[in-house]
């Protein structure tokens, strides 16, 4: 009965556009938003529901008792948020857009939210939404009459795509490369590709699977899926030539050209997939011009051109892959090259291999290394330039920064390297360049 009421009460606020944003964190609440208030570790959510209101919460659902006409209590809250996002879903118009991979998963999303919200009404993940928490309340946040929702899937550990992919209902779904990382959680990497492949395998019939023909991965999921494959890359039905510009091909004929002077190539492969989405759906390829001069985001090789050095601040995250794209980039830049490059996690017992490799393919490559964390010391053995290490951020001082250079912050969540980015944005004030 609780239950019953309690959905009835959420479907006629979002038919009528009066209730927005789900959230669990009361500090986001803006006003028609919902707050979700429920148990945590450390802290309980019902604290907070006095607050949220005060914010201007349109609804509050509590595991507690709350005496106010806003506050909706539901005993099992964490059970039936799971079930609120599976039954909202009856009533949408819009269609489910699924994405997964270890890397580029945040970049892609935007790339394709921007591409899609141009023409069409779109929901899009809020921040990090991207768990087992994070899907659901990005499925109620969403409009019914929207026309496209974008979910990012995580997977922390196995089975959790498939936990997932049984909670929303997906109309189309790809998978960006899977590579060895963030394995705490795994016995091995095929047991990484096996959760990230349900991102297909769980796909009805009726849905949409865009495959990258260039991924190891690739035979694999054409063979486990249900859904009707859209193979995009080499000799699929789209493909991405990168030449003066990069060029979309459709059966052999150039559909549409990008230039790729603002862009750095380790988009190429975000921009092939929003390619691929674009033609999954039928709705051509003029949008993709908005992403010639794509900005990025903080902390995903965000460009800063500053008075004294260029700064590219890629401090959100890590993998060997990603390690040497930023790399490269590097190395096209006209300046002393400087890498600064914090440790790597969730690597396993294969830390210091990947590390090593790391300092071996930045020789050449870049003038200095520095070296932040326990095993980025295994870089800096390798790397033959000009080179310091210091075992955490807080070591880093900013004059190791001198006038001309070009600067990469790299390196993996737990490092928060981020702290270095804002010591040299305060050092070289400045504004970012498109």
């Given at each position: 009965?609780?239950?019953?009421?309690?959905?009835?009460?959420?479907?006629?606020?979002?038919?009528?556009?009066?209730?927005?944003?789900?959230?669990?964190?009361?500090?986001?609440?803006?006003?028609?938003?919902?707050?979700?208030?429920l148990?945590?570790?450390?802290?309980?959510?019902?604290?907070?529901?006095?607050?949220?209101?005060?914010?201007?919460?349109?609804?509050?659902?509590?595991?507690?008792p709350?005496?106010?006409?806003d506050?909706?209590?539901?005993?099992?809250?964490?059970?039936?948020?799971?079930?609120?996002?599976?039954?909202?879903?009856?009533?949408?118009?819009?269609?489910?857009?699924?994405?997964?991979g270890?890397?580029?998963?945040?970049?892609?999303?935007?790339?394709?939210?921007?591409?899609?919200?141009?023409?069409?009404?779109?929901?899009?993940?809020?921040?990090?939404?991207?768990?087992?928490?994070?899907?659901?309340?990005t499925?109620?946040?969403?409009?019914?009459?929207?026309?496209?929702?974008?979910?990012?899937?995580?997977?922390?550990?196995?089975?959790?795509?498939?936990?997932?992919?049984n909670?929303?209902?997906?109309?189309?779904?790809?998978?960006?490369?899977?590579?060895?990382?963030?394995?705490?959680?795994?016995?091995?990497?095929?047991?990484?590709?096996?959760?990230?492949?349900?991102?297909?395998?769980?796909?009805?019939?009726?849905?949409?699977?865009?495959?990258?023909?260039d991924?190891?991965?690739?035979?694999?999921?054409?063979?486990?899926?249900?859904?009707?494959?859209?193979?995009?890359?080499?000799?699929?039905?789209?493909?991405?030539?990168?030449?003066?510009?990069?060029?979309?091909?459709?059966?052999?004929?150039?559909?549409?050209?990008?230039?790729?002077?603002?862009?750095?190539?380790?988009?190429?492969?975000?921009?092939?997939?929003?390619?691929?989405?674009?033609?999954?759906?039928?709705?051509?390829?003029?949008?993709?011009?908005?992403?010639e001069?794509?900005?990025?985001?903080?902390?995903?090789?965000?460009?800063?051109?500053?008075?004294?050095?260029t700064?590219f601040?890629?401090?959100?995250?890590?993998?060997?892959?990603?390690?040497?794209?930023?790399?490269?980039?590097?190395?096209?830049?006209?300046?002393?090259?400087?890498?600064?490059?914090?440790?790597?996690?969730?690597?396993?017992?294969?830390?210091?291999?990947?590390?090593?490799?790391?300092?071996?393919?930045?020789?050449?490559?870049?003038?200095?290394?520095?070296?932040?964390?326990?095993?980025?010391?295994?870089?800096?053995?390798?790397f033959?330039?000009?080179?310091?290490?210091?075992?955490?951020?807080?070591?880093?001082?900013?004059?190791?920064?001198?006038?001309?250079?070009?600067?990469?912050?790299?390196?993996s969540?737990?490092?928060?390297?981020?702290?270095?980015?804002?010591?040299?944005?305060?050092?070289?004030?400045?504004?970012?360049?498109?």
């Amino acid at each position: 009965m609780l239950y019953a009421q309690a959905f009835s009460r959420i479907l006629t606020l979002k038919q009528r556009l009066q209730l927005k944003n789900f959230h669990i964190d009361s500090r986001l609440i803006q006003a028609g938003d919902c707050f979700v208030a429920l148990p945590g570790k450390q802290v309980d959510g019902c604290l907070y529901i006095q607050s949220a209101l005060a914010q201007g919460a349109k609804l509050v659902l509590s595991h507690q008792p709350f005496d106010h006409p806003d506050v909706v209590y539901l005993p099992n809250l964490a059970d039936d948020l799971i079930s609120l996002a599976k039954d909202i879903q009856k009533y949408r118009r819009y269609q489910t857009i699924a994405l997964t991979g270890s890397v580029g998963k945040t970049t892609t999303r935007h790339m394709l939210y921007q591409v899609l919200s141009a023409n069409f009404r779109v929901t899009m993940a809020y921040g990090n939404y991207n768990n087992e928490m994070g899907v659901p309340l990005t499925i109620l946040s969403a409009n019914l009459n929207d026309d496209f929702l974008i979910l990012e899937m995580g997977a922390a550990k196995p089975g959790d795509i498939k936990y997932l992919m049984n909670i929303a209902t997906v109309d189309l779904s790809f998978c960006l490369p899977v590579l060895p990382v963030h394995l705490a959680n795994y016995n091995n990497f095929e047991q990484l590709v096996d959760t990230k492949s349900d991102i297909y395998r769980i796909l009805s019939k009726q849905a949409l699977a865009v495959i990258d023909l260039d991924q190891p991965q690739a035979g694999l999921w054409q063979s486990l899926t249900m859904a009707r494959v859209v193979a995009i890359g080499s000799g699929g039905e789209i493909e991405l030539h990168v030449n003066d510009a990069l060029y979309i091909v459709r059966q052999g004929q150039v559909v549409m050209s990008i230039d790729k002077q603002h862009l750095p190539s380790h988009l190429y492969l975000n921009i092939k997939m929003v390619a691929g989405v674009m033609h999954a759906l039928g709705i051509g390829f003029d949008g993709l011009k908005l992403l010639e001069k794509y900005q990025g985001l903080p902390g995903r090789l965000y460009h800063y051109l500053l008075k004294e050095i260029t700064l590219f601040d890629d401090s959100y995250n890590a993998s060997v892959t990603s390690v040497k794209a930023a790399i490269d980039l590097l190395a096209r830049q006209p300046k002393r090259k400087i890498l600064v490059f914090g440790s790597m996690g969730e690597l396993g017992e294969s830390s210091a291999r990947y590390h090593q490799e790391i300092g071996e393919y930045a020789n050449g490559r870049v003038d200095e290394l520095i070296a932040v964390g326990h095993d980025a010391f295994f870089a800096h053995e390798a790397f033959c330039g000009v080179k310091k290490h210091i075992s955490e951020t807080a070591l880093f001082q900013d004059d190791w920064i001198k006038a001309g250079s070009a600067v990469v912050v790299k390196g993996s969540r737990f490092m928060k390297m981020e702290r270095i980015v804002q010591l040299l944005l305060s050092k070289f004030s400045g504004e970012y360049v498109s």
